[in-house]
C-alpha cells in the first residue's frame, strides 16, 4: 500500500508542464526586454542627433538672423530708421510664436518611443487570452 507511487506520474506531469510553461513565459520575456533594449538605444541615438543637430541650426540661424537684421538697419537707417527697427521687432515676435506653436505641436503630436515593444506585447496577450 504505498500511496505516494500512484500519485509520481501526476506530479511529474504537473511540473514538467510548470516547467514548460515557466521556460515560454521567460522566454517572452526576455524577447520583449532585449526589444526594449534595443529600442531604448535607438531612441537615445537618435535624441542626441536631433539635439546636436538642433543646437547647429540655431546657432547659425541666430548669426543670420543678426547679419540680416545689421543690413536691414543699414540700408534703412536714414529714410526710416523707426520703422526699421519696429518692423524687425514685430517679425522676430511673430517669429517667436510660430516656432514655439510649432514645438508645443511637435511635443504633444509625437508618438510613442517604444511602439514595437507594445504592439509584440499586444500580439502575446491576444495569443494567450482566449
Known sequence: MTMGTESD???TGTSSSTRRLGAAFLGLL???V???GIELQEQKARTLSLLLFAGLALVFALLLIAALSGLVLIV???SYRLGGIIGLCVFYGLATLFCGLRLKAAIFDESSPFNATLEELAKDRERLLP
Open 9 to 11: 506520474p501526476l506530479e
Open 30 to 32: 526576455h524577447g520583449h
Open 34 to 36: 532585449e526589444l526594449f
Open 76 to 78: 534703412l537707417w536714414d
